[in-house]
């Protein structure tokens, strides 16, 4: 297990110096940081979720603890290696290319909506144009009252997404590298 950690820093690392503006951070993200994207979440109530930007699974470890194997789970992850090693070690979840499709995504898997989406996307790395894209598609394929939980490493998201959703609260994760703001939305 701490061999597998280990190997997935060093993969995370090398995928962050190759492309930093699409990974967003030089490590995984902490187990402080996972723990507090999930727990705002009713997971008995819980019938699809999403995660975005999945990384190596820092967070998605926590998703499967805490769905519990109830509700359906859609991976997102651009890149085709990590996409690659999620789909090894979660399985039963559905990995998927590319966020900006979301709705293709739902309607091939017959998934009419998600009653959650969290983000570890670094939003304030892309285009403008790109961010208003990710951010219709996740408020386009979320269900009414949904969640839409995100973490970012500063406030500069948050004007954006009161446009969008009711953004219920904003926690503090200092125990993350780097430090960490979460985004806790709900679709208007």
């Known amino acids: 297990m701490i061999e597998h950690a280990l190997m997935d820093k060093w993969l995370f690392f090398y995928k962050y110096m190759r492309s930093p503006k699409q990974i967003g951070s030089v490590t995984p993200s902490s187990r402080f940081l996972a723990s507090k994207l999930v727990s705002p979440i009713a997971w008995d109530e819980v019938k699809a979720v999403a995660e975005l930007g999945a990384g190596t699974g820092a967070v998605t470890r926590f998703i499967r603890q805490a769905n519990r194997g109830r509700a359906v789970t859609l991976l997102f992850e651009q890149d085709p290696l990590l996409r690659s090693k999620l789909g090894q ?55 009414p ?31 993350n590298v780097p430090p960490a703001f979460v985004y806790v939305c709900r679709k208007k």
């Open 145 to 175: 009252g949904g969640q839409f939980i995100a973490f970012q490493y500063s406030l500069q998201m948050k004007r954006a997404l009161q446009q969008k959703f009711v953004l219920e609260k904003i926690a503090f994760v200092p125990w």
């Open 89 to 143: 070690h979660y399985p039963e979840a559905i990995c998927c290319p590319d966020a900006a499709h979301m709705r293709q995504e739902l309607e091939r898997n017959g998934i009419p909506q998600l009653d959650a989406v969290i983000s570890g996307l670094p939003f304030y790395n892309f285009t403008e144009q790109l961010r208003e894209r990710l951010l219709e598609e996740i408020h386009s394929v979320l269900k």
